[in-house]
């Protein structure tokens, strides 16, 4: 459970320093008056969709740590055996990097009011998200074909486990799309549509993320 | 109704807030069934959660009925037994008393109480319930499936949890599996408002230290919940991998009848790390919104400012962090690395000092108060005494010589029931006489409440304190029948009668609960807007019960902290939150 304790004691940390800066010290009960006289602990001023994601972010990630503290816990017993690394992780990771830019380079062109170009970069970040989703399927029918099936052996079983709820995660990302995309339809202004973009943006990074991570494991053991 | 600019320095955010940010429901469907608005998701998630925890009372009578008087009820046999404590517990700890206390009390409560008009994401708020319905008809539809339920106990426990012989190893374990991983989901989108809200939709004025202590319980535990509830999710996405696919994640070589099954190589003892480490923050998931409802309930009817706010706030959070790393102390007998238990032993008995301050600071608030005896005052006194009993004997159980010993024996399952089931449960009953008002307009009728508190909190110790001695006699807990045992003897037995009557009376009292909250809402007493004369902001609301967006044409501006009762020279022995202070001398 090493994996996930670390993680959170990292989620802890930042939570302990923003506490700290909350004047967690001070004496409410002296303390009356106006707005204004007590700086800086008022709501914060991220946006709240920014705030949200942050927090989905910090969920899934516990998810995924909870994932490899069981991945190591499981190798640990005596009948691991190491899956084969089908070429094709490779070109899977390169798509997901592809479209991971693609949104990057989608908000770049929010910020900057280019419909075009924004249209143009979630078109295809969204078309090689779903093209990394069908790839992934194809690295799985190149293990079956091996005989290397869900039941083979736990890190077969992982390995499908994994990139399953991985490639879940994606697709609810593209479903996500869907937002920013009916803003654009109906001309909304264009900070509320890069606002969108962006969060969009930036789970795509930290799926990527995630995906890198899973990708080292697969590949060292 | 979000304001970004909150708590920049130097910038005040307008009062007013432009009609078109409120979603406005305009029809029966999109108000009161489809509806975003968060009292309206409260009352749906508390109504769902009080449905089917009734489903486990009645389940828990069948259970009583069978322990008390062996051999009577013949259509009660061993299999049956094992699906209803397996039934009975995953309802109480997770569709009722977590989907409660956040999804009821926390949809409700988090907006008044900070100020807001809504939940930052109502339409996500609104998903959240629904989900989490989805969650509780899946579990219910296990009860109709060939097989039933499952009987693997609620801890679900691989191997046998999927081992056929298990009753409901069919069709039962499957949809409880699901059905989990559906409402972690729901929990999830619930979840990620609670935070936001707190977070982000404070009223001006409203810091941290001025919020109220239900609200920081609330929070808290939410933010243990949504780390938590990931380890259950993997925990059961593995199990159904293993029940479905045929991989060998928990299951280990296993032969039964001779038979060599397709499994090999897993660890249990996986599953019961994954499974703890969302079990014990549970606990606290359920204890840290009792514990801070609990501090209002007190602070507001001893008319009393709640003793060290600050060490209250601080040992929430301290107990919410140390949450994290005691879960193995439920796993002394697993067959784990002995060190670990000396460790988890150990952050086991750290955990109880800011517990212990809390205990001390209610009890601090208390004396010389001015203590109204009203219904939720006895109910928080009575969770006091509840909460500080269980407590006690989980430091015996904390230890790991006593824990063997006591294991697996009504000890530990008198000493659960004592902390996380009775005590949150008679927090659960003050928050609802002492809010009820707010809800409906009306009071809750008095004589009833009495008949009621008097019978379930005396009823609960009648249950729940012989069980301790059953446990050291070393009765086992989930037997169907103890048989001819030379180790129990006869005053155990009847004992156990006893308790099952004592069981049955309790269960009655809460019929008269429940009549009481139906016929309250047109027959009790007018309440008015602030019955229990309380400072925080849900009493200050414009309308009773509070209209949709809370708060009329003006957001609330808050000046002053939560628990200004009684203040030395005021006019009234209570201060609103959102009053300003009296001009000062210059």
Known sequence: MGIVILLIAGLAGIVFWWLSTQRLGSKPWLEQGAIGEFPGTGATALPAGK????????????????????????????????LPKPRLL??????????????????????????DALAGGLLVGAASALGFVLLQLLAWRELVALGYGVASGPAGGFFYLLTAVHAIHLLGGVAALALPIAKMRRDAPAGEIGASVELCALYWHFLLIVWIVLFAVLLLT | MVDTAFGAPGTIPPAEVADVELYHPHSFVTKYVFSQDAKVIAIQYSLTAVAIGLIALVLSWLMRLQLGFPGTFSFIDPNQYLQLITMHGMIMVIYLLTALFLGGFGNYLIPLMVGARDMVFPYVNMLSYWIYLLAVLVLVASFFVPGGPTGAGWT????????????????????????????????TMGGLNYV?????????????MRLP??????????????????????????????????????????S??????????????????????????????????????VSDLISTHARKNIFGYRMMVWAIVGIGALSFIVWAHHMYVSGMNPYFGFFFATTT?????????????????????????????????????????????????GNVVVDVPLSDTLFVVAHFHMVMGVAPILVVFGAIYHWYPKITGRMLNEAMGQIHFWVTFIGAYAIFFPMHYLGLLGMPR???????????????????????????????????????????????????????????LEWQTPQTPPGHGNWGDELPVVHRWAYDYSVPGAERDFIPQNEPPAARPA
């Open chain 2, 213 to 254: 202590l239900t609200v920081w319980g609330i929070f808290t535990a939410t933010v243990l919940a949504l780390l938590a509830f990931p380890a259950l999710f993997v925990g059961c996405v593995m199990m159904l991998f293993d029940r479905l696919l045929g991989t060998s994640f928990f299951m280990p070589a296993i």
């Open chain 2, 478 to 536: 989930r037997y169907h029948d103890m048989g001819q045992t030379s180790f129990v003897p006869d005053s155990a037995h009847t004992l156990n009668a006893f308790i099952s009557v004592a069981a049955l009376t309790v269960g009655a009292a809460q019929v008269v609960f429940l009549f009481n909250l139906f016929w309250s809402v047109r027959h009790g007493k007018e309440a008015g807007g602030n019955p229990w004369r309380a400072t925080t």
């Open chain 2, 256 to 293: 039964q009848l001779g038979e060599q099954l397709k499994y090999g190589g897993g660890s249990p003892i996986l599953f019961q790390h994954l499974f703890w480490f969302f079990g014990h923050p549970e606990v606290y998931i359920v204890a840290l919104p009792a514990f801070g409802i």
């Open chain 1, 51 to 82: 705030l949200g994601l942050g927090v989905l972010v910090a969920v899934i990630a516990a998810l995924f740590a909870l994932f490899l503290s069981a991945y190591v816990m499981r190798m640990q017993i005596g009948d691991w055996s190491p």
């Open chain 1, 90 to 115: 490779w070109v899977n990771t390169g798509v997901l990097v592809l479209s991971s830019a693609a949104l990057h380079w989608a908000m770049r062109a929010a910020g900057r009011g280019e419909r």
């Open chain 2, 156 to 187: 679900l426990y691989p191997p046998q949890a999927i081992l056929p012989n298990t009753p409901g190893h069919e069709y039962g374990i499957i949809l409880m599996l699901v059905s989990l991983i559906i409402f972690i989901i729901g929990f």
């Open chain 2, 196 to 208: 936001v809200t707190v977070l982000q939709g404070r009223a001006r004025g409203m810091t941290l």
């Open chain 2, 349 to 397: 008995l750290i955990i109880a000092v800011p517990t212990a301050i809390k205990v001390y600071n209610w009890i601090l608030t208390l004396w010389r108060g001015d203590i109204h005896l009203t219904i939720p005052m006895l109910f928080a006194l009575a969770f006091i005494v509840t909460f500080l009993n269980g407590g006690l004997t989980g430091l015996f159980l």
